[in-house]
């Protein structure tokens, strides 16, 4: 999981230089999957081996951003296309042509160039406060329709905002027609599509590499797995 492909600004905070890989590490990180071995898949081929429909390649790994930052597309796009890796990239509608986030017409390329779109609410609230199931659902399903009308595209994604939900949340996901939905980086079973886990890429090469060759979590491990290790 990404979030700002950049180099730091002056002003960043701590929790912004930690949402920040910079565009030289990104381009090693890419590199270092492809001399690696490991294969890089959408979302769609986890979710067709959690459902015993279809294998999974060996090393296999899910690139994708959060919040639609504009940066992503100027420079992390043209490093996917380079390497030919799919990724997944998560906007929040209300977001989108806002000063420093993707546009329509972006987003628009982005699909052209072979990756997804998937939704990242309306307004990035935290869903597991959200106590009105009628906001709940415009959150969850208003944003997918808004991807859906403005992209011509279907829109199967969708990941949690601050890794955040409860169970009311992640059925609504499920409603709502999402095939998948990620969450961040704390212990939960992977074996439940609308549960996913994820690692925040660090901006160091080495400690990537770690993350990576980290005991793989087993998919369809029925227990949870150890709090705060990083996985896949
Ligand atoms: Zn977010």
Redesign the pocket.
């Known amino acids: 999981m990404y979030?700002h492909i950049r180099q730091p600004v002056s002003f960043s905070s701590r929790a912004e230089r930690r949402l920040t890989v910079t565009p030289e590490v990104f381009d090693r990180q890419m590199k270092y999957l492809q001399e690696n071995g490991y294969h890089v898949i959408p979302f769609a081929s986890l979710v067709g081996y959690l459902k015993r429909e279809s294998e999974l390649p060996d090393k296999p790994v899910i690139i994708s951003f959060?919040?639609g930052w504009e940066d992503q597309f100027v420079n992390a796009l043209p490093r996917l296309e380079e390497y030919h890796y799919n990724a997944t990239f998560?906007v929040?509608t209300n977001f989108i042509d806002a000063p420093g986030f993707l546009s329509w017409p972006q987003l628009r390329r982005i699909l052209a160039a072979g990756m997804e779109i998937g939704s990242?609410t309306r307004s990035?609230p935290r869903l597991d406060k959200i106590k009105n199931p009628g906001m709940l659902w415009d959150q969850i399903y208003a944003s997918k329709q808004t991807l859906e009308s403005q992209l011509g595209a279907a829109v199967e994604e969708f990941?949690y905002?601050?890794g955040s939900y409860n169970a009311a949340a992640a059925s609504m996901v499920r409603s709502a027609g999402y095939s998948a939905a990620r969450a961040c980086c704390i212990g939960r079973v992977q074996s439940d599509a609308y549960a996913l886990r994820a690692v925040m890429a660090p901006n160091d090469l080495a400690k990537f590499g770690k993350y990576l060759g980290a005991p793989p979590v087993s998919a369809r491990a029925r227990s949870k797995s150890p709090r705060g290790r990083a996985g896949w």
Do not use: E, K, V
Request: charged fraction near 20%; avoid cysteine.
């Open positions: 979030h959060d919040d998560f929040i990242h990035h990941a905002p601050f």
